[in-house]
């Protein structure tokens, strides 16, 4: 079986702001690891709070954060990963404190009518947002989260998986199969949403969503995610008394 693919997150700290593309494989440990020399944070004071569109915020915070993987927790393309800083402020390091510079703010209008500036020269060549045929954030956002159907091998009847969304869930063993795969307007977020038939009634619906039905099962086994929590496997079905059957 593939290896998940990695995601893009914001990662948002009070000294930084940036995209990183983040391996669900990883564990909290290995990416605190990895945050300290963006964020400038220690790894031992960083409090993690990962914000996905439409879910509750997680906290990334576990008894066993060596072994604990981020697969564990919903990953959405773009979603913002928030680091704090637990240290008392005295203690912390200020990147943004620059209040003792002196410091020349050009006028914008001298800025823009220069011919030697940075913004002249992607004027000229068309690049960024002044490039007519670059896609919007949105179409970004869509794009990916396609790429992560495709990478996945997210596929109408395919046999899957439903990756937990929290700490709570990663007991839980929910297999299910890929019955619609496409945009539910009735969901806040945009791109693609994939609905699962689940094998067992731990689900939230029979497959519609205020009162627009996308695919067809029974009470309680529907359920409809972003693709980063599906993993598409020859899974067994669950039986009603949670045991593998042939499938």
Same mark, same amino acid.
């Given at each position: 079986?593939? #290896? ?6 914001? +990662?948002?700290? %009070?000294?930084?702001? !940036?995209? *990183? ?23 031992? !004071? ?19 954060? %060596?072994?604990?993987?981020?697969? #564990? ?11 704090? @800083?637990?240290?008392?402020? =005295? ?5 943004? @404190? ?10 914008? @209008?001298?800025?823009?009518? *220069?011919? %030697? ?18 896609? !919007? ?14 990478? *996945?091998? +997210? ?41 699962? #038939? ?8 029979? =497959? ?23 993993? +598409?496997?020859?899974? %067994? ?6 045991? @593998?059957?042939?499938?």
């Amino acid at each position: 079986m593939a #290896a998940a693919s990695d995601v893009p997150l914001i +990662i948002i700290s %009070d000294n930084a702001q !940036s995209e *990183r593309r983040i391996s669900p494989a990883w564990t909290i440990a290995q990416l605190k690891g990895r945050l300290e020399p963006i964020t400038g944070i220690p790894a031992s !004071s960083q409090r993690l709070v990962l914000k996905v569109a439409s879910w509750p915020d997680q906290n990334l915070q576990t008894v066993n954060e %060596d072994n604990t993987q981020l697969a #564990a927790f919903t990953l959405q393309s773009y979603a913002e990963l928030h680091v704090a @800083d637990t240290r008392p402020a =005295g203690l912390r390091t200020n990147y943004t @404190d620059v209040s003792s510079v002196e410091k020349y703010e050009m006028p914008p @209008d001298e800025y823009e009518s *220069r011919t %030697d500036s940075v913004l002249h020269w992607k004027k000229t060549h068309q690049l960024g947002r002044f490039d007519p045929n670059a896609p !919007s954030i949105e179409q970004q956002k869509v794009a990916g989260i396609e790429r992560e159907i495709e990478e *996945r091998g +997210i596929k109408l009847n395919a046999r899957c998986r439903l990756l937990a969304a929290n700490q709570t869930e990663s007991s839980i063993e929910r297999r299910g199969t890929v019955k619609f795969v496409g945009a539910v307007p009735e969901i806040p977020g945009i791109g693609a949403w994939i609905g699962i #038939a689940l094998d067992e009634p731990t689900g939230k619906n029979d =497959g519609t969503v205020k009162g627009t039905r996308y695919f067809q099962c029974g009470a309680n086994c529907g359920v409809i995610v972003r693709p980063e929590r599906v993993e +598409i496997g020859n899974f %067994d079905v669950i039986d009603e008394f949670g045991s @593998d059957e042939e499938f």
